[in-house]
């Protein structure tokens, strides 16, 4: 149906981006925006075709596609906002001492755009991940055109979504190859992408395997290349002793439902449920078997992502002392997924790394430890992480010090008494985290801050006023929070 | 003299550094900021002995060791202003919106520590950039222990320093651990150290090799970890013609002065100087040449410098449509450096890579382009650099907006009318650039946005106010500056 890029088109795909680049970088952030913007309202324009397509392409229900367009929209509108205000922009301004020995010169800084950008759209988000995503909306603020590598498994509704951009791009003047929309099935094509000479970064959300061999690849080139891979995770909840003997039975159904929505199929999907075996845990554990048993299979994204999650769940249930615990009573159709619930103690935790791999889908490891001290062993050992989650009482957070430093230290966004899944779009957010959370913990991809990732700071030094670009200027005719010889102000 | 320090000693250093960080992570940003103080009060205490020690082991001058030592102590004490004010920390707010659909949690995001940080010390600033320079002053206002690998050149040196940094921890009642001070000639004791896995960042400045390799074996580590390595450089200078035309005599000297500055070995050498054959070219080749000729050799910074310097310079003097023309007339002494200048053609450039490569030391290329389209080539085929330099009238710039945008996407920072040398401390300063300047274009080496090279996001989702860290409570007693529901504020 769509074929994949040759070696040929992927090369003149990255002149053009790179001849488009030296234009677009010289655009202002008010030129950005409005292109952002315009992309946001042909997306809406493509009306109830597109949520038609992408919901065949990925078994997700309409409410989903929607509200998932919505979120992309948003995205695109507010990382817009963002741009213009440019506070991303890290405007820096020291002023010139000449009478001092040796004389300091004016120097000021901020933020240009990298260049290119290769964007891989994911597989669970064909919307907000993916050809118009965060990665796509925070690259395009930055002033880099974007390469979209389009997911094998919603090539039409990539394709869709490309030529809206395109049109968008059309309609605000930009110039050619801003935007480029390259189908590769096969690794080849996205390896390609990622060691072209002209692409500057990569922005990636899916599977560890994935993302890492990007990670790899960019810098075995001969100039090495960011790349922000966002993989998997099991955001991990600890269910602290005094809150979860408060509310076990409501707990577990708040967290059957975190663990099912979706089919499970969240970037943040709590995959890993700690406690101290007690009455309270039992009590939480048959509740939450309980909800399981009831809660539908469900069609997963694509043929691949439910094979992979029934040999995951296959094999993380004949692992040693791992036991089932409930699964979805459903009789299970071709393609869908399970919702399943299995249980370990604290030290078959500790004694086997495969149970500490990412199950994707609607599974959920309860890990049974003997006393708090080995439920911050568990802490200790894990891996880098998106989320963490505490269910705790103020009295568990001040008697666990230990725990909490050792969660607070793995993790990119830590909740309190809440599901780690569902993703704000604000400022705050901050989607990333440790390796192998993601390939660079000091980024995120959810929030306007993401647009520093394909930025990188230059400073003027003593050039006239006339001369430097208006972020710089003197007068701040685009009055935006810049640092004036140490001092933050927007005058 | 020093021993290479053990694969033992090193795991032991490494697991009291992992201890020191869960202590010192969680201090104040004044206990930071006055740990960091201390330290640099420590240094001026270690008085004139310190002097005549770096003295003897660089074969640098004293006026130059005094005022590199109080650079030091400026940014030790700069920096801990900035990490007490808490700019750096990005601190954000976005309070919940209940009646939202879904209810919006309280998120807010500062940057935490990433823990244990290894810092290489550079031959070239026993001060400055080694055992308590920036990267060390960095890490420690990020919340991070450190480990200095002393560069072998100036042991003796650093480990006075060490010593200084460890009495400051003692009198600040600083965790054990907190620093390190670790000798290591052979490659081996620096391999181990990145590849520590409780190593979790490493800065670096020195050359190409060195700090590509220490790159290398960071991403080749199971848990990859960010490398901030400050490589070689050339420096471009473009010397345009209505500028040029002004005074090529004075442009000739003030240029021998920045070439020859301490033997040349500064990371900002202006090493190519490009420029449109001319009259004016020749007159300012022939005063840089009669002043070069006049200028004394130099004794570099040890032994092994000096030889590179002197194969690297023999290698480009030989190539192809190379041509000598003018050296120092000083006889040259052992471990001497010649200021040495050659010239090339635009043509002859573009051909050879070789002629693109640092000579660390007292050499600069002059390449003559045959007219500013071939100038504007030259620039495209530049690779990243720290530093780029237009000598220019407002004219000149106006007239050759392609070469200066092509100039801009190369380079760190860009000098207009001046020399590259000289590195001013100040938070407008960008001491970075693409690859292969530095293994990471978006961050700085000087000035304390250093600071976000060792530190990344978390955010809280959800936590009441008085479990809050103070950076991110309601009433701001810390009062520094953040973003609260998209406005800065500070109160």
């Given at each position: ?382 891996e880098g992480q998106l989320t963490c989650t505490l269910m705790a009482t103020e009295d568990d957070i001040k008697n666990n010090d230990e725990l909490v430093e050792a969660v607070k230290n793995i993790c990119g966004r830590f909740i309190l008494n809440g599901v780690p899944t569902g993703v704000e ?67």
């Open positions: 149906m769509f074929k994949d890029a040759t070696i040929n088109e992927i090369n003149e795909v990255m002149q053009q981006s790179w001849t488009a680049f030296h234009i677009y970088r010289k655009m202002s952030l008010k030129q950005r925006a409005d292109f952002m913007r315009a992309i946001a309202i042909e997306l809406e324009a493509c009306g109830d075709e597109l949520i038609q397509t992408a919901m065949r392409e990925t078994n997700l229900p309409e409410a989903r596609m929607r509200n998932e367009r919505g979120r992309t929209i948003f995205q695109l509108n507010s990382y817009a906002d963002a741009c213009e205000k440019g506070e991303w922009l890290e405007a820096r301004i020291d002023t010139a001492i000449p009478d001092k020995n040796p004389p300091k010169p004016d120097i000021r800084k901020m933020l240009v755009p990298l260049g290119p950008v290769v964007v891989f759209g994911s597989s669970n988000f064909p919307f907000a991940y993916s050809t118009a995503g965060g990665d796509t909306a925070c690259a395009f603020a930055a002033g880099c055109p974007v390469i979209i590598k389009a997911h094998p498994a919603h090539p039409q509704t990539s394709e869709t979504v490309g030529n809206a951009i395109l049109k968008a791009a059309d309609n605000c003047k930009m110039p050619k190859g801003i935007f480029a929309h390259v189908h590769g099935a096969s690794f080849e094509v996205g390896k390609s992408l990622v060691m072209h000479p002209l692409t500057k970064a990569v922005g990636f959300t899916g599977s560890f395997i994935g993302g890492k061999q990007l990670f790899d690849w960019a810098n075995q080139r001969k100039e090495p290349i960011p790349v922000f891979s966002e993989m998997g995770s099991i955001n991990p909840v600890f269910l602290l002793p005094e809150k979860l003997k408060q509310s076990p039975a409501d707990i577990a159904k708040m967290y059957a439902g975190s663990i099912t929505l979706g089919v499970g199929q969240f970037c943040t999907n709590p995959g890993l449920l700690i406690s101290v075996d007690s009455d309270e845990l039992k009590t939480f554990v048959h509740e939450l078997g309980n909800v399981i048993q009831q809660t539908a299979t469900g069609l997963m994204l694509h043929p691949g992502i439910a094979k992979a999650y029934k040999e995951k769940r296959g094999n993380a249930l004949i692992q040693k002392d791992v036991q089932l615990v409930a699964e979805s009573q459903t009789q299970v159709k071709e393609n869908e997924g399970v919702p399943t619930i299995a249980t370990a103690s604290g030290q078959a935790f500790l004694n086997n790394p495969v149970l500490h791999q990412e199950v994707f889908g609607p599974y959920s490891l309860v890990i049974r430890c003997k006393d708090m001290n080995e439920m911050t062993e568990v802490a200790k050992h894990l779009v604000c400022l705050s957010m901050h989607h990333g985290g440790p390796f192998p959370a993601t390939t660079d913990s000091r980024f995120t991809s959810v929030g306007a801050d993401g647009i520093k990732r394909f930025a990188r700071p230059i400073a003027f030094q003593n050039w006239p006023n006339d001369l430097l670009p208006d972020e710089l200027k003197d007068e701040n005719p685009l009055k935006i929070w810049r640092t004036v010889n140490n001092e933050m102000n927007h005058d």
